[in-house]
């Protein structure tokens, strides 16, 4: 009998950590979550910004370069 209870409890024991670590790491991930929805990559930049992408008018070309340049250096 005392052997019965103690597997029971010991169980118990197990599923109530393994729940508890779930809830934690289910609302670690809600938080962070929410962290990153707020944070908004997109928007148009403050201060003395540089726009650094500029598209030539001879797109094809560039293309081309750009291609050959991947395939010679593989990046």
């Not at 010991?10 to 109530?16: G, I, R």
């Not at 598209?55 to 560039?62: E, I, V």
Request: include cysteine; aromatic fraction near 22%.
């Amino acid at each position: 009998m005392i052997s019965w209870l103690k597997i029971v409890w010991n169980t118990a024991k197990v599923f109530l950590a393994f729940s508890l670590c779930t809830l934690v790491f289910y609302f670690g991930l809600l938080w962070i979550n929410q962290e990153y929805e707020n944070y908004h990559r997109y928007d148009e930049p403050k201060g003395k910004a540089v726009k650094v992408f500029n598209l030539d008018s001879d797109q094809d070309s560039n293309f081309v370069k750009r291609l050959f340049y991947f395939y010679q250096t593989g990046e």
